[in-house]
């Protein structure tokens, strides 16, 4: 699951991602085979660490798990 990570805030992509036109028709992050296409990575798999990504419009994007 991706959640946006804001200062002091962490919120679904649903909230952020619908005014995106780097989002998918459903106003989701798009993502292909496990990896985030509408942004860059920021730390690979760390232990203990969540992957997180930086979205085209600047937002932190963290892979939470399912």
């Not at 969540?50 to 937002?59: L, P």
């Amino acid at each position: 699951m991706l959640m946006i990570l804001t200062d002091g805030q962490i919120l679904p992509t649903d909230q952020v991602c619908q005014g995106c036109l780097m989002a998918d028709q459903s106003g989701t992050p798009r993502v292909r085979q496990g990896k985030l296409c509408c942004g860059h990575l920021i730390n690979g798999n760390l232990p203990k660490v969540a992957t997180t990504y930086e979205c085209q419009m600047g937002f932190r994007i963290a892979d939470v798990g399912d």
